[in-house]
């Protein structure tokens, strides 16, 4: 991990407690969550899973597209260490990737295949609730170490928190309409950034670098913006610039 100062961690700390505010945007605040994780570590990608109404983790967010899609290729299997922090509650620290494959025979060898090659994951949880994992994955083999992984164990928990404590107060059912209402966003927003990628003749990661800074720059909510995207590309005036 970088050297960090306090007051900047401090800040982070907040942003990431903040969900108690108008027009929560349950995405966006993962994807925060995964950029500012990514931010403090050398060399580390970042993704987000939570957990569907059926206890199933779906990919919402990464610090990248090949993050993104290891995380979706993680959440459609068996094994994998984001399965593991969310089943057991428990972050897995420091794991080898090259070594990895009989702990898990489906994800192992297809993450190292595309690069990485050390991985950790930290439970989202409150006491004995989980509600979701993070994967942490480097293109280089090092241990993080045990102040590093309690600070990435800590923001994993100050986001579980802010989440159930964003529960609460909007009821449970709120939530879980939410929580569904994102995971068909994240459709629309992976078919906006294809549709924008291609338009442009960007990359997919600049493509949804330029839908987000458009949605904030325009205090419009990213899920809107993806939709015309997809539906109406012309609409998005001086979409380029961003």
């Given at each position: 991990?970088?050297?960090?100062s306090a007051?900047?961690?401090?800040r982070?700390?907040?942003?990431v407690?903040?969900?108690?505010v108008?027009?929560f945007d349950?995405?966006e605040f993962?994807q925060?969550l995964?950029?500012?994780?990514?931010g403090?570590l050398?060399g580390?990608?970042v993704?987000?899973?939570l957990?569907?109404?059926k206890?199933?983790?779906r990919f919402?967010?990464?610090?990248d597209e090949?993050?993104?899609?290891l995380?979706?290729?993680?959440?459609?299997?068996?094994?994998g260490?984001?399965?593991?922090?969310f089943?057991?509650?428990?972050p897995?620290?420091n794991?080898?990737?090259r070594?990895?494959?009989?702990r898990?025979?489906?994800?192992a060898?297809v993450?190292a295949?595309?690069?990485f090659r050390?991985?950790h994951?930290?439970?989202?949880r409150l006491?004995?609730e989980?509600i979701?994992s993070?994967g942490?994955?480097g293109?280089?083999?090092g241990d993080i170490?045990?102040t590093?992984?309690q600070?990435?164990q800590?923001l994993a928990?100050?986001a579980?928190?802010?989440l159930l404590?964003?529960?609460?107060?909007?009821?449970?059912?709120?939530?879980t309409?939410?929580l569904?209402?994102?995971?068909?966003?994240r459709?629309?927003i992976?078919?906006?950034?294809?549709a924008?990628a291609?338009?442009?003749e960007?990359?997919?990661?600049?493509?949804?670098?330029?839908?987000?800074?458009y949605?904030r720059?325009?205090n419009?909510?990213l899920s809107?913006v993806?939709h015309l995207?997809?539906?109406?590309?012309?609409s998005?005036q001086?979409?380029?610039?961003?």
């Open positions: 991990m970088s050297t960090v007051e900047r961690l401090a982070i700390f907040v942003e407690a903040d969900t108690m108008d027009e349950l995405i993962l925060m995964a950029d500012r994780t990514a403090l050398d580390s990608t993704g987000l899973m957990a569907d109404p206890g199933r983790l919402m967010a990464a610090s090949t993050t993104g899609l995380e979706v290729f993680q959440s459609q299997g068996s094994d260490p984001c399965l593991d922090a089943r057991t509650g428990e897995v620290v794991a080898d990737l070594v990895a494959t009989p898990w025979p489906r994800f060898p993450a295949s595309i690069g050390s991985v994951a930290f439970p989202l006491r004995q989980v979701g993070m942490v994955f293109t280089e083999t170490g045990g590093d992984a600070i990435v800590a928990d100050v579980a928190i802010g404590q964003h529960r609460t107060i909007s009821r449970s059912e709120a939530l309409e939410q569904q209402g994102a995971l068909n966003s459709i629309v992976e078919q906006a950034k294809g924008v291609q338009a442009h960007i990359t997919i990661d600049a493509a949804f670098a330029r839908l987000r800074a949605a720059g325009n419009r909510r809107d993806a995207a997809v539906t109406d590309l012309g998005l001086g979409l380029a610039g961003f």
